[in-house]
């Protein structure tokens, strides 16, 4: 009896030491900012699958984008989602900086618009001559984005006063007349318009070609050529995620999630639209549109070839 016992135990053992270990193969640091494209890293964690794929990822709110790209490069965070007008200044300026993974691409699920202040006039983009027009950040992607805009409907953009104004309060400054007008997105955007201190003009967004990333999970050359295996499990985690968000029978999770990590209050992430069009696969074309239009802005001084931004 015992010498079965015995048996058993060492067959214990061995099954024990046969299962994978609970130990993650690595740990990573995740900086994000609070914006609805990044819901795949979200349910990733919520839902386990990072963990799943063997890596301890702890996603961690920060304020802006400059903030990620220093993180990374002193390797306090391995992985963060800068948007492109981030990036690529950086790049240019010689820190060599990939991008691991997609979100979501355009057209995107977000309400989104310039909105001209109730009874200014204000009709189209020619009539913003002379004008001040308030968005959430000076060379951030809607303030390159409306000046595309405004200059693709036939006025020069340098011939309107930019100037930032955050999104909570872009209702009151039209409502003052401090501004003319202002770029805004859903949840922001709406309220506005609902609350009748403004009148939409145009979308900054419909001027982005289809397929278009607007952010990207992103890391340094030298980090993803040292950790392959992570880089491949991070992909793995987010490949599942997606998996789970486009089932609308987890939609309840999917905004948990959000607003979570969003720190949003329920309310307000209530009213932001779930990216419909997320992939985590990265072409040259995604951010191809995003190299010409910093280019054609003065952002960045040197030619970036997109394809060398995407880390195999």
């Not at 979200?42 to 990072?50: E, I, L, M, S």
């Not at 890391?219 to 987010?238: G, L, Q, S």
């Not at 639209?273 to 995003?290: E, H, K, R, V, Y």
């Amino acid at each position: 009896m015992m010498r079965r016992s015995g048996l058993f135990a060492a067959a214990g053992l061995a099954l024990t030491l046969a299962l994978p270990s609970p130990a993650f193969a690595a740990k990573v640091t995740l900086l994000y900012t609070a914006v609805s494209a990044l819901i795949g890293s979200f349910v990733a964690k919520d839902q386990g699958y990072f963990e799943k794929h063997g890596i301890d990822v702890e996603p961690t709110l920060v304020s802006n984008g400059s903030v990620i790209v220093a993180a990374l490069t002193s390797n306090t965070a391995q992985i963060g989602a800068p948007t492109p007008t981030v990036l690529l200044p950086a790049v240019d300026a010689g820190l060599d900086l990939v991008i691991v993974n997609g979100c979501d691409v355009y057209p995107t699920s977000s309400k989104s618009g310039v909105i001209a202040r109730t009874g200014s006039g204000i009709q189209g983009a020619k009539d913003l001559s002379g004008k001040k027009i308030g968005v959430p950040g000076l060379s951030g992607i809607i303030d390159v984005l409306t000046k595309k805009w405004v200059q693709s409907n036939g006025l020069d953009y340098r011939k309107a006063t930019w100037v930032e104004v955050g999104f909570p309060v872009m209702g009151e400054a039209l409502k003052t007349g401090s501004v003319d007008a202002v770029a805004s997105v859903d949840p922001f955007y709406s309220r506005v318009i609902e609350g009748g201190l403004g009148t939409r003009i145009g979308d900054y967004g419909a001027i982005v070609p289809a397929g278009t990333s607007p952010v990207n999970y992103v890391a340094t050359r030298d980090w993803t050529v040292k950790n392959p295996e992570t880089v491949k499990a991070f992909r793995a985690a987010m490949n599942d995620a997606v998996a789970f968000i486009n089932d609308k029978a987890n939609e309840a999770a999917v905004r948990e999630s959000l607003i979570k990590y969003t720190k949003l209050p329920p309310q307000v992430a209530a009213g932001i639209a779930l990216p419909n069009n997320l992939t985590n696969q990265m072409t040259p074309g995604a951010i191809s549109f995003w190299v010409e239009l910093a280019a054609e802005q003065g952002i960045i001084k040197k030619k970036i070839d997109p394809a060398r931004l995407i880390a195999p």
